[in-house]
């Protein structure tokens, strides 16, 4: 009966997902096992990075009960009082390990004698090890490792929480944290089974995949105990889409993120939402009955669902009248009244966030912005846009907002006429300022704003000869010194159908199409691959394509056994995906993912090394503090 039950709930919900909170309950087990290898009381010293990070992993009081006395958050300043250990939890960095080391000198000036153990995430790195030596603090330290790297944020959303990635590797080629990357994939390997079908789009995908297969070959095939759980595994680099992360987000998740800024699938509302002089920091999670139903919707078709929603709580609240005996009021007291309490809340704050969105979206200007980025996505109009980024530059609009849109600009267009780009640069650099030439630069080394270059059949024919006599080895530090990158989106628009016909008439109240999380004026890049090449199990098909995109395409498939799944393996396994953004994902991202999954039977679950937004994207790599 059991069983039966259960198969009832998996047809009701669709394919049953992995419990991601096993991933959760590993890395907690292993930071308390570090905290106990230091015995006694201690202080924790925390990177600020990690502050948030953490609060999904351990809280306080699981601390205070293994040890922690205070907990500090990182600073160049020295510590002053305190217990006699120091555990410092840190990102592997230089700079964070050269302010240990001087708090650890600053110690033995003053006379002051203690222990110190640091724990690095989400490896230990042997630079970090040759900064303590150089600094002669690394006999006085025991250093460990953290293996925190997926942290689950919800039922289908997992995060490193390292927002350094796509700076360090897109802009600088840094690859120290592939290897991090690759280690969190065989550890879902290890707790889910073997994935069996993986394919990627991206240079940095390929060389994770590669990674994976050499960590999994030198730990040998490993019985897993719940058998086969993921189906398929989608890994793709940032730079396969640039243009999404560009686009203003209009789901209701993708504008909580844009206005408030979600921090590890959290958000902190201030005055103006809780009605108080007070603001209220809340964990959003599919485990809220309001937010689960509202966060994928497009912000217009929310107020119409809150609205419902407080008429039916009203209509519970008014249920207490009608109870005839005392056992009718327990019962009501007991089952109905705190969840009643639990949803009036949410709601409340959710119609305060509503209002606040809504006045940000009716300043003057953010309708024209909407009608530009709509032109710039279908490529009409393109003069009309340029004359409001220019007006937006002169009344020195917000830069972050001003770059975002130029970026756009050039990536829709495959780079922008030699006039347009040096026009816009010196306009943006006489209003802002010549100090945002690195940024300029930085936007120009990623390929996000460019100018198009003449064709030179000479150069090309050179560029052909000397890449023939590089090695491997040479070739990759080529890729890395190339001139800028030119963006197919044009083509690859046409191709995959990215703008639907109809945006004007387009249903957002009940979509048919995934397009609906822009407005109806473009469907995610980056989602409508993964639809092509899951329906295509491979890239058969579209190669055309592929090759317009940056990096490698690949594609590992292993033979279905006749008699199907493994024992003990999750029947549906088949039509769960784990889709892997290297560089970073939206939340828009992750709605049309959800919105597909419904659509076409998958469950998605969606992993990437940070939540970006087109602000913190831009703002990475901009060099500015």
Known sequence: LRTAGKMAVSAVLGPRLPDLQYLKRLARDQLVHLLESAPGRKDLVIDPD????????????????HGVDKIFKLERTKIHGGCDQLVY?????????????????????????????????????????????????????????????????????????????????????????????AKSLVNIQSLFGPIPNVYGQGRCAKMVSDMVEMMMSEQGERQSPVGCEIGHLFLIDRDVDFVTPLCTQVTYEGLLDDIFGIKSGSVEFGPDVTGTDKSIKI???????????????????????????????????????????????????????????????????HI??????????????????????????????????????????????????????LCMLSSTQGGLPSKDYKSLKTQFLQSYGTEYLLTLHNLKKLGLFVEQQAPDAGANKLADKMAAKLTDGMASLQ????????????????KLNLIPKSAENFELRNPNDMAYVFSGAYAP??????????????????????????????????????KGKASGSNPDSDKIVLVYFLGGCTYTEV??????????????????????????LIESVSGWK
Not at 527 to 545: A, F, N, P, S
Not at 593 to 614: D, E, H, M, P, S
Request: aromatic share 8%; glycine share 6%.
């Open 525 to 562: 890049l980056s989602c409508k691959l993964i639809e092509q090449v899951l329906q295509r199990e491979g890239w058969t098909g579209i190669d055309d394509i592929a090759k317009l995109l940056p990096g490698y395409n690949f594609a590992h498939l292993k033979a279905k056994s006749a």
């Open 352 to 405: 305060g966030a509503c209002e606040t969105i809504t006045k940000n979206k009716s300043r003057g200007d953010f309708e024209e912005q909407m009608r530009t980025e709509h032109g710039l996505l279908e490529g009409i109009h393109t003069k009309e846009c340029i004359n409001f980024i220019e007006e937006s530059i002169n009344r020195q609009h917000n830069r972050t907002e001003v770059l975002r849109l």
């Open 89 to 181: 939890l840190v990102r592997s960095k230089l700079t964070t390990t050269k302010v240990i080391a001087d708090q650890i000198n600053a110690d033995i000036r003053e006379g002051r004698k203690r222990k110190y153990k640091i724990i690095m995430t989400p490896r230990r790195l042997q630079v970090c090890d040759m900064v303590l030596e150089h600094e002669g603090v690394y006999g006085l330290v025991s250093v460990e490792e953290l293996h925190l790297d997926l942290i689950p944020l919800d039922r289908d959303l997992l995060s490193m929480e390292l927002p350094q990635f796509f700076k360090d590797y897109f802009l600088h080629g840094d690859q120290t944290w592939l290897a991090s990357i």
């Open 50 to 65: 990690l502050m948030t990070p953490l609060d999904r992993i351990a809280g306080a009081s699981l601390l205070k009960q």
């Open 283 to 349: 964990m959003l999670s599919g485990e809220d009955e309001v937010f689960s139903a509202i966060r994928d919707r497009h912000f217009s078709n929310v107020f119409g669902f809150l609205s419902a929603k407080a008429k039916e709580l009203q209509t519970s609240y008014d249920k207490r009248h009608n109870l005839k005996s005392v056992q009718d009021m327990k019962q009501f007291v007991s089952e109905e009244l705190s969840n009643l309490k639990k949803q009036h809340k949410a709601l409340t704050l």
């Open 591 to 616: 709605s049309a993912l959800r919105f597909l999954g419904t659509q076409k039977g998958y469950r998605f679950l969606v992993a990437t090394t940070a939540l970006i937004n087109g602000g913190r």
């Open 479 to 494: 890729l890395q010194l190339q001139l800028p990158k030119k963006s197919q989106f044009r083509a690859v628009s046409r």
